[in-house]
T-cell receptor, first 117, second 114 residues
């Protein structure tokens, strides 16, 4: 299994409070991703990173920010949590795209269940 | 943007029987990847099978196989000899050849009856 951990695994917080989720990898992969999973929507990309200090927005980025100061860590921050951000959050990693083609599989962490009351 | 549709929210199958999960997608690209992921109650996302769009041959992994119909933009998953451990949510996903993210369908919950 790919070495990806997420912390915390569960969190309950109140509306308006800041929340930071951490993703840590031991695979030295260049790309890291944050997804959220909601019933009826599958997984949707929030933000991703293609290197240290290099990040970009995904499909549902509003209300979220990210930071990557080291290859191994990718942080997701909810500056002021809202009830609509109650979800399960997944981190994923992958290697760089291959010029010769071939698979570029994403490996997923165990997920973090966040409840915003 | 590419979209992925799984039209079956729930499916059930008898143990040892065969079941097919449907997936369709919308894209204007000619080269891309398609994946099926399994998510058991543990919540871990597990890659089941993958297909490169430029390969005509359908991918197979043990009891799992796909029926890839590029013109119809269809990518169904067939599970043969179903086992109790196959019970899970199954997600179909699309990724562009050079893309940095995957587009997921809403998922199909598979129940396996003993």
């Amino acid at each position: 299994d790919a070495g990806i951990t997420q912390s915390p695994r569960h969190k309950v917080t109140e509306t308006g409070t800041p929340v930071t989720l951490r993703c840590h990898q031991t695979e030295n992969h260049r790309y890291m991703y944050w997804y959220r999973q909601d019933p009826g929507h599958g997984l949707r990309l929030i933000h991703y990173s293609y290197g240290v200090k290099d990040t970009d927005k995904g499909e549902v980025s509003d209300g979220y920010s990210v930071s990557r100061s080291k290859t191994e860590d990718f942080l997701l921050t909810l500056e002021s949590a809202t009830s609509s951000q109650t979800s399960v959050y997944f981190c994923a990693i992958s290697g760089s795209p291959r010029p010769s083609g071939g698979y570029n599989e994403q490996f997923f962490g165990p997920g973090t269940r966040l409840t915003v009351l | 943007a590419q979209t992925v549709t799984q039209s079956q929210p729930e499916m059930s199958v008898q143990e040892a029987e065969t079941v097919t999960l449907s997936c369709t997608y919308d894209t204007s690209e000619s080269d891309y990847y398609l994946f099926w992921y399994k998510q058991p109650p543990s919540r871990q996302m597990i890659l089941v099978i993958r297909q490169e769009a430029y390969k005509q041959q359908n991918a197979t992994e043990n009891r799992f196989s796909v029926n890839f119909q590029k013109a119809a933009k269809s990518f169904s998953l067939k599970i043969s000899d179903s086992q109790l451990g196959d019970a899970a949510m199954y997600f179909c996903a699309y990724r562009s050849l050079w893309g940095n993210d995957m587009r997921f369908g809403a998922g199909t919950r598979l129940t396996v009856k003993p």
